[in-house]
């Protein structure tokens, strides 16, 4: 079965700093999808990111980017010049196939120091 | 964007009685809906996966008789907990799959008496 793994219970960065949020995976599949959701504290559900695994090249959305080590079944997300309002629950995912169910990590909450 | 809604945002019910939770694909037809509960502070667990015209499939562990998934069009998924107990009170998700890319709804969060 996949697994998905976030170390990082909890992480905190000042005010426009960088912080990278950590997760890792095991699957025995070739086709399958990673992403990042934010929860924030009204627990709406937002994607940050997708990577398919198909793709070398790490994707980016403006200040939030992951480094994709498909080797090493690692699926970090960066977020450059945080922001306040980036404060909230961060999860990772993996989506078997592209139109399967969501394994969601355990999740990482990232507080934003003024 | 995809939205999907969820109603009721809150509920609050006798233990014993069923709760009915709809989950609503706004501006787009989801052949696929997937049922989450949350518990406080941590990750989403899949409850089922609900595609329209055909029965649920429960995750291991789930009761399918106690949580009734019924996705009647492209649109819609209701998820009814029958006599619910005080441990049913968590905060339910549901989202919508189009494409490649799933849509989360806002949450019910369920508190039973």
């Known amino acids: 079965a996949q697994t998905v793994t976030q170390s990082q219970p909890e992480m905190s960065v000042q005010e426009a700093e960088t912080v990278t949020l950590s997760c890792t995976y095991d699957t025995s599949e070739s086709d399958y999808y990673l992403f990042w959701y934010k929860q924030p504290p009204s627990r709406q559900m937002i994607l940050v990111i997708r990577q398919e695994a198909y793709k070398q090249q790490n994707a980016t959305e403006n200040r939030f980017s992951v480094n994709f080590q498909k080797a090493a079944k690692s699926f970090s997300l960066k977020i450059s010049d945080s922001q306040l309002g980036d404060a909230a629950m961060y999860f990772c995912a993996y989506q078997r196939g592209g139109s399967e169910k969501l394994v969601f990590g355990k999740g990482t909450k990232l507080t934003v120091n003024p | 964007g995809a939205v999907v809604s969820q109603h009721p945002s809150r509920v609050i019910c006798k233990s014993g009685t069923s709760v009915k939770i709809e989950c609503r694909s706004l501006d787009f037809q989801a052949t696929t809906m997937f049922w989450y509960r949350q518990f406080p502070k941590q990750s989403l667990m899949l409850m089922a996966t609900s595609n329209e015209g055909s029965k649920a499939t429960y995750e291991q562990g789930v009761e399918k008789d106690k949580f009734l998934i019924n996705h009647a069009s492209l649109t819609l998924s209701t998820l009814t907990v029958t006599s619910a107990h005080p441990e049913d009170s968590s905060f339910y998700i549901c989202?919508?799959?189009?494409?490649?890319?799933?849509?989360f709804g806002p949450g019910t969060r369920l508190t039973v008496t």
């Open positions: 989202s919508a799959q189009t494409g490649y890319e799933q849509y």
